[in-house]
């Protein structure tokens, strides 16, 4: 079984930051696409980032120029750092991967979600 953990969230100011973590754990033989979504109140859960194995990267409009996905070497490990966050970021954030398993068989994993609030 595969695990996803987020880490990082919490209350900060309008223009300030946040550095967001996801890692997976558990017996996987590759991690295809990682990705960030978030879920407003009220709203549908939506793509933030994403970032292939080869590290290349995607984003949504909203957060072009102030967001950066990455990943750590070993690949498991995915980073979301947030600068000029604004009220309007404020959302649960979701980690997600494409993993392959030792039987290279992909499955579609979800981390539990971290509250990020960003305060006007």
């Known amino acids: 079984q595969v695990q996803l953990v987020e880490s990082g969230g919490g209350l900060v ?3 300030g930051s946040l550095r967001l973590s996801c890692a997976a754990s558990g ?4 991690i295809n696409v990682m990705g960030w ?13 994403t ?23 070993a690949g498991s490990t995915m980073y979301l750092q947030m ?12 980690c997600n991967a494409e993993v392959v398993s030792t ?14 609030t960003v305060s006007s």
């Open 13 to 15: 100011q309008a223009g």
């Open 103 to 116: 039987a290279l068989l992909t499955y579609n994993f979800w981390g539990q979600g971290t509250q990020v």
């Open 83 to 94: 600068s000029s966050l604004k009220p309007e970021d404020t959302a649960v954030y979701y």
């Open 37 to 49: 979504y978030r879920q407003a109140p009220g709203k549908q859960r939506e793509l933030v980032a």
């Open 51 to 73: 970032i292939t194995s080869g590290t290349s990267t995607n984003y949504a409009d909203s957060v072009k120029g102030r967001f950066t996905i990455s990943r750590d070497n």
């Open 27 to 30: 017996i996987i033989f590759k």
